[in-house]
């Protein structure tokens, strides 16, 4: 069983970089074909895909986040992150990072998700 827990502050204000860090459990995000991502969900609105870092370390963006957004890792702690910069009060959502078994499959895990509020 796979577990994945977000982490990072609650609260950022406008104009700063919001910073989240998903650490995995049980499973090694280095692993042949898996694909990490990050996904968030407005208040009132559907889920929208961010972007996603794969076993091999490639990253791929949405293409209305792609040039504020970068996702990275640190395979040593089995940790990916993401960084969303210049921040307003629109990206105020709940943000989740999932796992799915390659570019082309559903979703197996996702963590709790965290909520990210962007206010002065």
């Known amino acids: 069983q796979v577990q994945l827990q977000e982490s990072g502050p609650g609260l950022v204000k406008p104009s700063q970089t919001l910073s989240l860090t998903c650490t995995a459990s049980?499973?090694?995000?280095?692993?042949?074909?898996?694909?990490w991502s990050w996904i968030r969900q407005p208040p009132g609105k559907g889920l929208e895909w961010m972007g996603a870092?794969?076993?091999?370390?490639?990253?791929y963006y949405s293409p209305s986040l792609k040039s504020r957004t970068s996702i990275s890792r640190d395979t040593s702690k089995n940790q990916f992150t993401l960084q969303l910069s210049s921040v307003t009060p629109e990206d105020t959502a709940v943000y989740y990072c999932?796992?799915?078994?390659?570019?082309?499959?559903?979703?197996?895990?996702w963590g709790q998700g965290t909520q990210v509020t962007v206010s002065s």
């Open positions: 049980g499973g090694s995000i280095t692993t042949n074909d898996y694909y």
């Open positions: 999932a796992r799915a078994r390659g570019t082309y499959y559903p979703y197996d895990y």
């Open positions: 870092i794969t076993y091999s370390g490639s990253t």
